[in-house]
Nanobody
Framework: QVQLVESGGGLVQAGDSLRLSCAAS????????MAWFRQAPGKEREFVAD????????NYSDSVKGRFTISRDNAKNTVYLQMNGLKPEDTAVYYC???????????????????WGQGTQVTVSS
């Protein structure tokens, strides 16, 4: 079973930056697309960004495009989310997720997630 451990969350002011990290155990990381989702209080979990197993292809939600960057280091079994220009509406628990099938270029749907991290809180004050 894959374990995903997020870190890097915190309390920041609007306009600040944060970098989230997600360290994965096991041998599947290098062959699986990875994604970040987030969930704000009272809202459903939503897609933020994903990255193909090779790292060559990335996708972003419209709400974060141009501000957030997803990347991965397969040698370190780690995926990152660089968040710049943070806004109060970015406040949420951010979850790392791994695709349930190998060698895909994206995590196609939330129900395609095979493993979730425990989440890290990001709070952006105005």
């Amino acid at each position: 079973q894959v374990q995903l451990v997020e870190s890097g969350g915190g309390l920041v002011q609007a306009g600040d930056s944060l970098r989230l990290s997600c360290a994965a155990s096991g041998r599947t990381f290098r062959s699986r697309a990875m994604a970040w989702f987030r969930q704000a209080p009272g809202k459903e979990r939503e897609f933020v960004a994903d990255i193909s197993w090779s790292g060559a292809i990335t996708n972003y939600s419209d709400s974060v495009k141009g501000r957030f960057t997803i990347s991965r280091d397969n040698a370190k079994n780690t995926v990152y989310l660089q968040m710049n220009g943070l806004k109060p509406e970015d406040t949420a628990v951010y979850y790392c997720a791994q695709d349930n099938l190998p060698l895909r270029n994206a995590v196609p749907r939330i129900d395609a997630v095979g493993s979730w991290g425990q989440g890290t809180q990001v709070t952006v004050s105005s």
